[in-house]
C-alpha cells in the first residue's frame, strides 16, 4: 500500500508541448502523445505520473496500454483504473476523465514496485493505436524526467503538524527514528523515520495489539486515555535489534523488540513494575538501563537478555523549587550521563553523573521559552539525537490543541563543561533554522497527506484503529471493507474505528464510501473524534438512506460517555455511492471550527449542518482525529466499502 501526495499527479508531471499539431475535420485517425514521468523513486519502489495529450479527434472513453519489463508491477493508483496481467499494463479512465477534446490532456498517477531494474516503458497505445506528436500511428514519443527537489537551506517549525507528543529520538546508522504516545489507539506506539530530521514519514508500529486487557477490545470497559504513554525507543547494535518499552495502567512494563521498525514487532518480556515515563540507554560495553519516575527518578538496569530487572536505584529527588520532572531520556556523551527531563508543561532539565548510578547534577534546559507555533504552548519533554556528523538536535513537543500535541526541532550546543544549551532565536524557539548537516538521503519519504485507495491487503502505518479492532470485521482488497462489529447507538463503544492524524494548521479529509451492503439500522460516516465529536454520515432506516450531521457526542472527565449525538441536518440520499468530507482548522486556540459537506459524483460537494466548534482543552491528551466508521444499531450484518480517502492542505 502507497500513500501519496494529493496533486502530486499535476505538479510532477513534465509535459510533451513541442511539436503538437492540432487536428482537423479532415483528421479522422486519432493521435497522442504521452509524457511518462518517475516523479520519485526508493529500493524496490517508485512513484510515476503520466500525461496524455489527444493530438487527434476528439475521444469518450480511452484506454492507454503499454509494457513492462520483468518485476515492474503498477500498485496503487489515482485518476485511472489500471490493470496488469504479466508485463502488459492497460489504464482506462475514470468517470469523470473520458472525454478529451482534441488538444486535450488528461493525467494519472499510480505508484509501483520493481525487483532489480525500473526502465521506462518503450512505446504506448491509445485506444489501440501508437502515440506520437502527431497522427502518425506508427513510431512512438516517450519523455521521462525524474524531479529533483533542491535541499532547502532552512527548515520551519513545526517539522510535523501532526499529534506525535512524548517523543523518542534515535539515529540507527543514516536513519532517524521518532517514537510517540497513542493512547487507546491500535496498533500503538507509532514510529516515523526521516533521513534530515525535517522530513518524516510514518514507517511501523512497535505494539501490533493493545494486549493487556479487554478494555482495550472495548469489551467489558474502555481504554481512553491509557494504554500507550510516553515510552522509550533505541537499538542495540550488539544483536541488531530495536527496543520498545512503557508502562500499561500504571501497573506492567512491556518490552517489545524487532529487527527493523517497519517489521514484525514481538513482546519480548512484561516486567512487574511501571518504569514511568521511561528512557532506555543502551551502554558502551551494551549493558541497558532504563531511567524512570516522576519527581523521584530512579535508574534501573535491564538483565543482558533484556527480559528482567537485575538493579534499580532512586538517583535523583526533584527540589521543591522545581516542582515535577518526569518524562525520562537517557543518554552518555564523553564518557558522562545524562537523564533529560521535563517540567509539565514549560520546561526542560537535565542531570549529569559520571555513573549511570550518580550522583547527578541538575540545571534548568528552558523554563518558559517561547514556542514556534502561534497560539501553542513552550517546547518541551521529547529528546536528544546526534547526527552522523556529530551535531545535535532537540525534538520536543508544543501544546497546539485542538489539533493535539506536535514535534518542534532546535539544534543543541554544549558548554566547555559538558551542559546542553537549546539555540534560540531572539531569546525563543525559532521558526526557522538552518537544515542539519547531513548527507544526501537515500531516498525521498513517503509524505504524509495523499490519497490511499487500499489497493493492497493491509492497512498501511497512517491507520490505527480506536481501541483494538475485531479483525473477522475488516478486511483490505483493493477498498477497505468495514462490516458492523457492534451494536450500539454510542460511536464511543462502537468497535472498528479507523482514525487518521490531522495535518496542520488545517486539512480536509474526504472519504468515497461504497453503500451498497448497509442494512437497516446502520450508521456509516466521518467524525471528527475525541471526547467532543460531530459526524457527517449515512443513516439507514426502513430501505433508504439518508446523509446527516451530528455532533453533541461528549464524554465526562472519567471518559464515560454523556451524549451521544444529535441530528442537526440531513437530506435524502440517492444511489449507493457517497463521498463524505471534513475541514478542520486546529490552529491551537478555542474557538476552531470544522465543517463538513457531501458529494454524490465526488465534484460538486454540499454542505451540511453547522460548524462544529472543536475542544481545545488538554485533559483527553491525543488531539482530535478524522475517524471513519461503520457500526449497527439493530443488527449485526450490514458493511460498506471505503474506496478512497484523502488527506490535503490548502
Not at 490 to 514: C, E, F, K, M, W
Not at 564 to 578: D, Q, V
Request: aromatic content about 12%; hydrophobic content about 35%; glycine content about 12%.
Amino acid at each position: 500500500m502507497r500513500w501519496t501526495p494529493a496533486g502530486a499527479v499535476v505538479a510532477a508531471l513534465t509535459l510533451v508541448t513541442a511539436g503538437l499539431a492540432a487536428s482537423t475535420a479532415a483528421q479522422a485517425a486519432p493521435g497522442c502523445s504521452v509524457a511518462y514521468t518517475k516523479t520519485s523513486e526508493w529500493a524496490g519502489g517508485f512513484g510515476a505520473s503520466v500525461a496524455i495529450t489527444n493530438t487527434g479527434d476528439a475521444i469518450n472513453g480511452w484506454t492507454l496500454e503499454w509494457t513492462y519489463a520483468t518485476g515492474q508491477q503498477v500498485g496503487q493508483h489515482w485518476n485511472a483504473e489500471i490493470t496488469q496481467a504479466g508485463g502488459q499494463v492497460s489504464a482506462r479512465n475514470v468517470s469523470y476523465n473520458g472525454s478529451v477534446p482534441t488538444g486535450g490532456k488528461v493525467e494519472f498517477g499510480f505508484n509501483g514496485t520493481f525487483t532489480s531494474a525500473n526502465p521506462d516503458p518503450a512505446s504506448f497505445r491509445l485506444n489501440g493505436t501508437a502515440c506520437n506528436g502527431g497522427n502518425d500511428p506508427t513510431t512512438t514519443t516517450t519523455t521521462t524526467t525524474t524531479t529533483t527537489t533542491p535541499q532547502p537551506a532552512s527548515f520551519t517549525n513545526p517539522v510535523v503538524w501532526q499529534d506525535f507528543a512524548d517523543g523518542d529520538i534515535i539515529r540507527v546508522g543514516d536513519a532517524y527514528y521518532y517514537s510517540a504516545s497513542t493512547m487507546h489507539y491500535s496498533p500503538g506506539a507509532p514510529v516515523l523515520r526521516s533521513y534530515d530530521l525535517v522530513s518524516w514519514e510514518y514507517a511501523g508500529h512497535s505494539v501490533p495489539r493493545l494486549d493487556f486487557g479487554a478494555k482495550y477490545d472495548l469489551s467489558g470497559g474502555r481504554g481512553y486515555v491509557r494504554g500507550i504513554w510516553a515510552s522509550f525507543l533505541n537499538y542495540r547494535k550488539n544483536n541488531k535489534t530495536f527496543y520498545w518499552g512503557g508502562c500499561v495502567d500504571f501497573a506492567q512494563t512491556h518490552i517489545y523488540t524487532a529487527a527493523a521498525v517497519d517489521g514484525q514487532w514481538s513482546k519480548l518480556s512484561t516486567i512487574n513494575k511501571c518504569y514511568y515515563d521511561a528512557g532506555m540507554l543502551v551502554d558502551d560495553n551494551d549493558t541497558m538501563y532504563v531511567a524512570y519516575g516522576n519527581t523521584t527518578i530512579s535508574v534501573a538496569q535491564l538483565s543482558a537478555d533484556g527480559r528482567s530487572e537485575v538493579r534499580s536505584q532512586q538517583v535523583f529527588q526533584t527540589p521543591s523549587n522545581i516542582g515535577t520532572l518526569e518524562g525520562a531520556r537517557f543518554y552518555k556523551r564523553n564518557g558522562s550521563y545524562y537523564i533529560w527531563l521535563t517540567r509539565p508543561a514549560n520546561g526542560q532539565y537535565v542531570l549529569k553523573a559520571s555513573s549511570p548510578f550518580g550522583p547527578y547534577t541538575v540545571q534548568q534546559v528552558l523554563l518558559d521559552m517561547r514556542g514556534p507555533i502561534q497560539g501553542g504552548g513552550v517546547p518541551h519533554q521529547g529528546g536528544m539525537v546526534q547526527t552522523q556528523n556529530g551535531d545535535w538536535y532537540y525534538m520536543a513537543f508544543v501544546d497546539a490543541y485542538p489539533g493535539g500535541r506536535v514535534p518542534v526541532l532546535a539544534p543543541i550546543t554544549w558548554t566547555s563543561d559538558g551542559w546542553p544549551r537549546v539555540t534560540t532565536v531572539n531569546g525563543g524557539w525559532g521558526v526557522n533554522y538552518p537544515m542539519p548537516n547531513l548527507p544526501a538521503p537515500p531516498r525521498q519519504v513517503k509524505p504524509m497527506t495523499g490519497v490511499d485507495t487500499f489497493d493492497g491487503t493491509a492497512l498501511g502505518p497512517q491507520w490505527e484503529w480506536n481501541h483494538n479492532p475485531d479483525t473477522t470485521k475488516y478486511s483490505v482488497n483493493n477498498g477497505l471493507r468495514l462490516s458492523t462489529a457492534t451494536v450500539t447507538n454510542d460511536l464511543y463503544n462502537a468497535r472498528n474505528t479507523l482514525t487518521h492524524r490531522i495535518q496542520g494548521p488545517s486539512s480536509t479529509a474526504t472519504v468515497a464510501l461504497d453503500l451498497t451492503s448497509m442494512r437497516d439500522g446502520d450508521r456509516s460516516g466521518l467524525a471528527m473524534l475525541r471526547d467532543s465529536s460531530a459526524w457527517i454520515g449515512i443513516k439507514r432506516d426502513n430501505g433508504r438512506n439518508r446523509v446527516v450531521m451530528v455532533n453533541g457526542l461528549t464524554m465526562d472527565s472519567n471518559w464515560n460517555t454523556t451524549g451521544t449525538g444529535t441530528e442537526i441536518a440531513s437530506a435524502n440520499l440517492t444511489g449507493n455511492r457517497i463521498w463524505l468530507r471534513a475541514n478542520a482548522d486546529i490552529r491551537p486556540g478555542s474557538g476552531r471550527q470544522a465543517r463538513f459537506s457531501y458529494s454524490t459524483d465526488g465534484v460538486t460537494f454540499t454542505s451540511l449542518g453547522t460548524g462544529f466548534t472543536l475542544k481545545n482543552e488538554w485533559q483527553f491528551f491525543m488531539g482530535y482525529r478524522f475517524g471513519i466508521f461503520n457500526h449497527a444499531t439493530q443488527a449485526l450484518g450490514g458493511s460498506v466499502t471505503v474506496q478512497r480517502f484523502e488527506l490535503s492542505t490548502p
